[in-house]
């Protein structure tokens, strides 16, 4: 497989996310710039593509939390990776019913795909939404950042722990350009980093996200100098594992991990307790991870849906509920997905986590 060799660009020997890195992002042959990887026709279906009624509580979520802090004459809204821009397009027919509200908001998308951003702009059609690849652009006013399927993106690092010494997991180029994986020591810088976090003391297997927080870092910059708070929705669990969650997808499907490299989509589980550690270090108030599922319900999703669906015929009906089912359904998105807020309002009271 001589194509393996383009994704080490160069080099024999690369680190797990720096390696997924070139296989998602690369401008030329990268997963995010080649191909379309939303709904059907891709890879994986998102929780704005399955019904309208998760993007409605978004923006339900969006207005209640601007009010809540003082209804501020300008307030900027960032979504983080907007997909195909799905979920935008319902925010802004939902902020349009709101006349103050939409008076005051700025709407950024975040997106460094140029793929991805046509099909957005495309879709959207909005003359007045920007599209950022840095937070430079937005001086003042307090930002609301949020991110469904967001922090998933970032490919992670990945260690062992072998007689009380780190060990990060490399990628290795052969000479018949197979892919083989081996262990060396870890740098003292990451290890160091890794020490800092108390829900990883005790595993002996770790995935740590170094360029998620990378990117994290820039937010919460952000958020200290201008005010404001941070909601993502991702799939993950609460409490730190032993697990090698690294997932290959291609056309719904698992894919195996090194096949179908730059065609299939490639993410890992969320540790939200790690994630909520990070925060608190720097000095972020954080609530209470939640599931998808406690989220929407107590931002009344089945009442929204109720209302709307008096109107309809019994076949809508039954389509309506059944997509709300995969969103809030245990045995679906409803519990493996979940949801974290951090801010650093003075303001405490916020919908969805009271």
Not at 118 to 139: A, E, H, P, S
Not at 182 to 207: G, H, P, R
Not at 258 to 283: C, M, P, Q, R
Request: charged residues 30%; proline residues 3%; hydrophobic residues 35%.
């Amino acid at each position: 497989m001589r194509t393996n060799s383009k994704f080490f660009k160069g080099s024999k020997f690369l680190p797990v996310d720096k390696f997924f890195q070139n296989v998602l992002y690369d401008e030329s042959f990268g997963y995010y710039n080649s191909k379309f990887p939303f709904g059907k026709e891709g890879d994986f279906t998102t929780s704005p593509k399955i019904s309208n009624l998760f993007s409605e509580i978004i923006a339900i979520w969006i207005i209640s939390t601007w009010e809540n802090i003082g209804k501020p004459k300008n307030i900027n809204i960032v979504e983080l990776g907007p997909g195909d821009g799905s979920l935008t397009k319902v925010l802004l027919d939902v902020f349009k019913k709101f006349k103050i509200f939409d008076n005051s908001k700025k709407l950024y998308l975040y997106e460094i795909s140029p793929m991805l951003r046509g099909i957005q702009k495309r879709n959207i059609g909005n003359k007045k939404v920007r599209w950022i690849k840095n937070f430079n652009y937005i001086k003042k006013g307090p930002i609301i950042f949020f991110g469904n399927e967001f922090f998933d993106s970032f490919p992670i690092k990945q260690f062992k722990v072998k007689r009380n010494i780190l060990e990060e997991k490399y990628y290795v180029l052969e000479k018949n350009f197979e892919i083989s994986e081996v262990f060396k020591k870890t740098s003292k810088k990451d290890s160091n980093e890794i020490k800092k976090f108390k829900t990883l003391k005790k595993l002996k297997f770790i995935e740590f996200p170094k360029l998620g927080f990378k990117e994290l870092t820039k937010i919460i910059k952000k958020i200290s100098k201008l005010g404001g708070c941070l909601l993502m929705i991702d799939y993950g669990y609460i409490n730190s594992k032993n697990l090698d969650t690294l997932q290959s997808v291609l056309n719904h499907k698992r894919n195996k991990l090194l096949n179908n490299l730059g065609k299939a989509d490639i993410t890992s589980h969320v540790n939200f307790s790690l994630l909520k550690e990070y925060f608190i270090k720097n000095k972020m108030k954080v609530k209470k991870v939640i599931t998808q599922r406690e989220f929407l319900k107590k931002m009344g999703i089945l009442k929204r849906a109720e209302i709307i669906s008096k109107n309809m015929k019994f076949s809508d009906q039954s389509n309506l509920y059944f997509r709300l089912k995969r969103l809030i359904s245990p045995k679906s998105m409803g519990d493996l997905f979940k949801v974290i807020f951090t801010y650093n309002f003075k303001h405490n009271n916020f919908h969805g986590f009271k």
